[in-house]
């Protein structure tokens, strides 16, 4: 079957540096999304990955390895707005999204 | 541009009621889609359309319908409410379906049937 499995809960500091992972197991594979959800609000698009390799977008980079089922999101210089619910989506051969449950974030001061 | 706009943001139903969810998009996006969103679980597709006209079923389609009479509307009609439908609702739009395209999400609507 096709699963996604990520963290249901992580705690960091402000300031600090926190990777998020994420597995995968699909049926074929057409790229790695990831998802920034605030308590309350819609999902937002942070990045795609579908080549392996590291992604950077400022603060926020994201990873992936094709070969081992794996991405993380890495997020640095942590800020109180990062507080956040963190969504792991992968795209099966039949470009269908596969979600995990989330990671919640909760930064601390 | 208002992006992908849905209605209502919060409604209770009484077991059996119908009712009808409303989401509209004005960045002329080809693929629309409805989404249940359980605390624990993952998104879950319930229905989706990849133009006007042409709808298909998601993983979890029992208990709705849609239809997709024009590029910008995709209602989603809950033909007789269940507790097991409580839930929040998100509808989201793409310019296609093919790998790199991001979704943008409509705003929610949490729904509680009693």
């Known amino acids: 079957g096709q699963n996604i499995d990520q963290p249901t809960e992580m705690t960091a500091t402000e300031g600090a540096i926190v990777q998020i992972n994420c597995t995968y197991q699909?049926?074929?594979?057409?790229?790695l999304f990831w998802y920034q959800q605030h308590a309350g609000e819609a999902p937002t698009f942070l990045s795609y990955?579908?080549l392996d390799g590291l992604e950077e977008k400022g603060r926020f980079s994201s990873f992936l390895s094709r070969s081992k089922g794996y991405s993380y999101l890495l997020l640095k210089e942590l800020q109180m707005k990062d507080s956040a619910s963190y969504l792991c989506?992968?795209?099966?051969?039949?470009?269908?999204?596969?979600w995990g449950a989330g990671t919640k974030l909760i930064i601390k001061p | 541009n208002a992006g992908v706009t849905q209605t209502p943001k919060f409604q209770v139903l009484k077991t059996g009621q119908s009712m009808t969810l409303q989401c509209a998009q004005d960045?002329?996006?080809?693929?629309m889609s409805w989404y249940r969103q359980d605390p624990g679980m993952g998104l879950r597709l319930i229905h989706y359309?990849?133009?006007?006209?042409?709808?298909d079923q998601g993983e979890v389609p029992n208990g709705y319908n849609v239809s997709r009479s024009t590029t910008e509307d995709f209602p989603l009609r809950l033909l007789s409410a269940a507790p097991s439908q409580t839930s929040v609702y998100f509808c989201?739009?793409?310019?296609?379906?093919?790998?790199?395209?991001?979704?943008?999400f409509g705003s929610g609507t949490q729904l509680s049937v009693l």
């Open positions: 989201a739009s793409s310019t296609g379906t093919r790998d790199s395209e991001k979704l943008f």
């Open positions: 960045m002329n996006h080809e693929y």
């Open positions: 359309s990849v133009g006007a006209g042409i709808t």
């Open positions: 699909t049926s074929g594979f057409n790229g």
């Open positions: 990955n579908v």
């Open positions: 989506a992968a795209m099966d051969s039949n470009y269908q999204l596969i």
